[in-house]
C-alpha cells in the first residue's frame, strides 16, 4: 500500500520509542512511502532544531529516508482545502504518489479526513486498520 508519512510522525518515529516508531518501521517493511523534498526539509529542520539530534545523525536519517522513500514532487491543489500552505504539500504529494493514505498528528489534515480518494488518518488509526 501507498502511504504519506507527515513529517510530525517521522520525527516522533526518530524522537522516541512508541507507535509513531512502530508505524515507520511496519511502512518500511510492508508498504511503499511516498514524501517529497518538502516534507525531508521539514524533518531534518526539526529533528536539528527541535529535538537537537546531531548533525551527523540528522543527515544519516534523511539519507535513510530517501533510500526507503519514492521521493515524488506534490500535485498542485486548490488553496482553499486547508488552512496551512505547508499542509497543501502533504496533500498533493499523496495525489501526486496516489497514496491510499496520508498518516499525520496535523489536526488542520485530521479534520478533512479525507480528499478524494486518500484517506487521512492518525498513527494509530492507521496502525487499527492494518491490525483490525
Not at 487521512?120 to 483490525?132: D, Y
Amino acid at each position: 500500500m501507498r502511504v504519506v508519512l507527515d513529517s510530525n510522525v517521522i520525527n516522533a518515529a526518530f524522537a522516541a520509542r512508541g507507535l509513531c516508531a512502530e508505524v515507520f518501521e511496519l511502512c518500511v517493511v510492508e508498504h511503499n512511502i511516498i514524501i517529497s523534498e518538502h516534507i525531508l526539509s521539514e524533518v531534518q529542520e526539526k529533528l536539528v532544531d527541535k529535538i537537537r539530534l546531531p548533525q551527523k545523525i540528522v543527515q544519516d536519517i534523511i539519507t535513510y529516508l530517501r533510500e526507503q522513500s519514492e521521493i515524488l514532487i506534490p500535485e498542485k491543489i486548490n488553496i482553499f482545502i486547508c488552512r496551512y500552505k505547508d499542509d497543501l504539500n502533504i496533500i498533493g504529494t499523496a495525489l501526486s504518489g496516489k497514496a491510499k493514505f496520508i498518516i499525520t498528528g496535523d489536526n488542520d489534515l485530521l479534520t478533512l479526513k479525507r480528499y478524494k480518494d486518500v484517506k487521512i488518518v492518525t498513527p494509530r488509526n492507521f496502525w487499527l486498520h492494518l491490525r483490525g
